[in-house]
């Protein structure tokens, strides 16, 4: 779900990184807390892809976006459909699926650095029970970056069992992890060397 940057001169582009979180937070409280019926989730879905409009992205975007959600979009509504009721399974489907294409949308129209800076600004007054805002962001920017990387690292291993004629299945863990390893080698290494950590 973690997606990329995507440059505009939207209203949603253009407001603070610290507002769309609160948004997002107060949305996740109203969606969570709030007793919805199908009508009032139907409208949230709605409301949820104009903000896709608002944002003037390519509404490609919010079909790829659908699409990624289309395994807990299924089992998660099959579970509610068979143990609860079809209502039950819109209303609990329609939640979930509102407040991750929210998380998306933010991602979508706010820069990694504007999150991380509006999270170190969150972490500043624990300073005096020993929390280091600047190592926290680092950290979390370096797993953030780290997702793209890995999923790199899958291709590679697909592909050269391809060229081998090979189907690795669960063997394919280990070259995955090898890479993975020597990677965070290399950038412990960048890391020393300019005397972080």
């Known amino acids: 779900m973690i997606q990329l940057y995507r440059p505009g001169s939207s209203p949603l582009h253009r407001a603070p990184a610290g507002a769309k979180?609160?948004?997002?937070?107060?949305?996740?409280?109203?969606l969570?807390?709030?007793?919805?019926?199908?009508?009032?989730i139907g409208v949230s879905l709605l409301a949820v892809c104009g903000l896709y409009v608002?944002?003037?992205?390519?509404?490609?975007?919010?079909?790829?976006?659908?699409?990624?959600?289309?395994?807990?979009v299924l089992v998660l509504?099959?579970?509610l459909i068979v143990f609860v009721s079809p209502a039950a399974a819109w209303i609990s489907t329609g939640?979930?699926?509102?407040l991750l294409l929210l998380a998306s949308l933010l991602t979508l129209t706010t820069?990694?650095?504007?999150?991380?800076?509006?999270?170190?600004g969150l972490l500043?007054?624990?300073?005096?029970?020993?929390?280091?805002?600047?190592?926290?962001a680092m950290t979390i920017s370096l797993t953030i970056t780290m997702i793209p990387v890995i999923a790199?690292?899958?291709?590679?291993?697909?592909?050269?069992g391809r060229a081998r004629g090979v189907r690795l299945g669960p063997r394919a863990v280990v070259p995955l992890l090898v890479l993975a390893l020597r990677h965070a080698d290399d950038v412990g290494d960048a890391l020393a060397a300019r005397g972080i950590g």
């Not at 979180?21 to 109203?30: D, E, G, P, S």
């Not at 969570?32 to 009032?40: A, E, I, K």
């Not at 919010?62 to 990624?68: D, I, N, P, S, Y």
């Not at 500043?124 to 926290?136: Q, S």
């Open 124 to 136: 500043r007054p624990f300073r005096r029970v020993g929390v280091d805002p600047e190592a926290v």
């Open 21 to 30: 979180l609160a948004v997002l937070a107060v949305a996740a409280l109203i």
């Open 152 to 160: 790199g690292f899958v291709d590679r291993v697909r592909e050269a």
């Open 77 to 79: 509504s099959v579970a």
């Open 95 to 98: 939640r979930v699926v509102a």
């Open 111 to 120: 820069r990694m650095s504007a999150l991380l800076e509006v999270l170190r």
């Open 32 to 40: 969570s807390l709030y007793p919805h019926d199908p009508l009032s």
């Open 54 to 72: 608002v944002a003037r992205l390519p509404l490609r975007v919010l079909t790829a976006e659908l699409w990624r959600l289309r395994w807990i």
